[in-house]
T-cell receptor, first 111, second 113 residues
Framework: EDKVVQSPLSLVVHEGDTVTLNCSYE??????LLWYKQEKKAPTFLFML????IEKKSGRLSSILDKKELFSILNITATQTGDSAIYLC???????????FGKGTSLLVTP | NAGVTQTPKFQVLKTGQSMTLQCAQD?????MSWYRQDPGMGLRLIHY???????DQGEVPNGYNVSRSTTEDFPLRLLSAAPSQTSVYFC????????????FGPGTRLTVT
């Protein structure tokens, strides 16, 4: 059975801290891994990763995929209160069209 | 360009009632899907469609029906609502299903009493 596991499930940090969110997966026919940020409403897209070892970066957020060890990390540096959200990891397979989501990491950044 | 729209935003149903959640997109995307999100469970796929006239089941399809008569619309029907269907429902679309990012609608919060 396919699995996408995120850790930690929740995290509280102070503004300015750096955080690392983890996503491990066990799926057959892996195609891509996606990260989403969900505030109060719909998830919004952050990154899509398909190749091992290539970092994707957007401002203070970055992500990397390790296809050998079957995991990805999402880093957020110099956190701000606006980074408070649920961060979702999802995996897409070659054999289908669906996204298989993890349960998410709830991040709270305190002033 | 409105993106993905969903109606209604909120709905309360009594057990046994039926209803349709509407989803529309104006991006000419082939792939559309419905997810439900429950606390501590992440997003789970209900049904998806890879084009007009083609639908398939996801992880949790029981109690739901879909159809796709046009590229733009992908309604989700609850046949006989049950309290276990209380959830937030998201519709999503993408250019195709092959790893392109999926755009999500704003969600429908459904309560079944």
């Amino acid at each position: 059975e396919d699995k996408v596991v995120q850790s930690p499930l929740s995290l509280v940090v102070h503004e300015g801290d750096t955080v690392t969110l983890n996503c491990s997966y066990e799926v057959t026919n892996f195609r891509s891994l996606l990260w989403y940020k969900q505030e109060k409403k719909a998830p919004t897209f952050l990154f899509m990763l398909t190749s091992s070892g290539i970092e994707k970066k957007s401002g203070r957020l970055s992500s990397i995929l390790d296809k050998k060890e079957l995991f990805s990390i999402l880093n957020i540096t110099a956190t701000q209160t606006g980074d408070s959200a649920i961060y979702l990891c999802a995996v897409n397979k070659n054999s289908g069209y669906a996204l298989n989501f993890g349960k998410g990491t709830s991040l709270l950044v305190t002033p | 360009n409105a993106g993905v729209t969903q109606t209604p935003k909120f709905q309360v149903l009594k057990t046994g009632q039926s209803m349709t959640l509407q989803c529309a997109q104006d991006m000419n995307h082939e792939y559309m899907s419905w997810y439900r999100q429950d606390p501590g469970m992440g997003l789970r796929l209900i049904h998806y469609s890879v084009g007009a006239g083609i639908t398939d089941q996801g992880e949790v399809p029981n109690g739901y029906n879909v159809s796709r008569s046009t590229t733009e619309d992908f309604p989700l029907r609850l046949l006989s609502a049950a309290p276990s269907q209380t959830s937030v429902y998201f519709c999503a679309s993408s250019y195709d299903g092959t790893g392109y990012e999926q755009y999500f609608g704003p969600g429908t919060r459904l309560t079944v009493t």
